[in-house]
């Protein structure tokens, strides 16, 4: 049984720094391609970012790119998202999602994932 757990959330200021990590267990963790949803109080669940199993591509949606950055360690079977330059409105419980097709397509619709984490909360204050 695939799990995944995530870890690292809190409270930061705004135009501060957070990483965020999800650690994977039970599967071929350097086959999924790997993604980070966030939901906020209110809406929907919302792609913030993505990575391929072997880690060469990546994909972000605009509203973080340039401050939001995507890593994976396969070996320790862990992908990690680091925020800079927080801003109030990134407020939101962050998820991590893994999609177990082996493809190299990174999806944005959460519906494509197939295992998820528990989430952790993240509140940046203005």
């Known amino acids: 049984q695939v799990q995944l757990v995530e870890s690292g959330g809190g409270l930061v200021q705004a135009g501060g720094s957070l990483r965020v990590s999800c650690v994977v267990s039970?599967?071929?963790?350097?086959?999924?391609?790997m993604g980070w949803f966030r939901q906020a109080p209110g809406k929907g669940r919302e792609f913030v970012t993505g990575?391929?199993?072997?880690?060469?591509?990546?994909r972000y949606a605009d509203s973080v790119k340039g401050r939001f950055s995507i890593s994976r360690d396969n070996a320790k079977s862990m992908v990690y998202l680091q925020m800079n330059s927080l801003k109030p409105e990134d407020t939101a419980v962050y998820y991590c999602?893994?999609?177990?097709?082996?493809?190299?397509?990174?999806?944005?619709?959460?519906?494509?994932?197939?295992?998820w984490g528990q989430g952790t909360q993240v509140t940046v204050s203005s």
């Open positions: 999602a893994a999609d177990r097709d082996r493809s190299t397509t990174i999806w944005t619709m959460a519906n494509s994932y197939d295992y």
């Open positions: 039970g599967g071929i963790f350097n086959r999924y391609v």
């Open positions: 990575i391929s199993g072997g880690g060469s591509s990546t």
